[in-house]
């Protein structure tokens, strides 16, 4: 799948979660993606992560996800930057959801 379709299977698992679950099952995500176990994921992990839960998105992709909610290249994110970053898309992607309906 792709990250669109991603983005949109997990939301619909994870609608009725509270916050604070939601964001233990991203640090999972982030132990399970984060190989060298160094409490950073590169983006070749992330890329690698991804690939290894059937997710279509390279290297080039991922360095432009992070650098469009950043804002400057980051060939590296912690487990923190890591759930907010997720945390923040899932919300934009219900809002544009909601906004659809």
Known sequence: INWMKFKALYGLATADEDEGEMKEDFKES??????????????????????????GIGIDDMANLLFLYFGMAKPTITMDEFVEWVVADRRLTLALVQYRT
């Open 30 to 55: 982030f132990d399970y993606m984060d190989t060298n176990k160094n409490g950073e994921l590169s983006i070749f992990e992330l890329a690698s992560g991804f690939e290894r839960m059937n997710i």
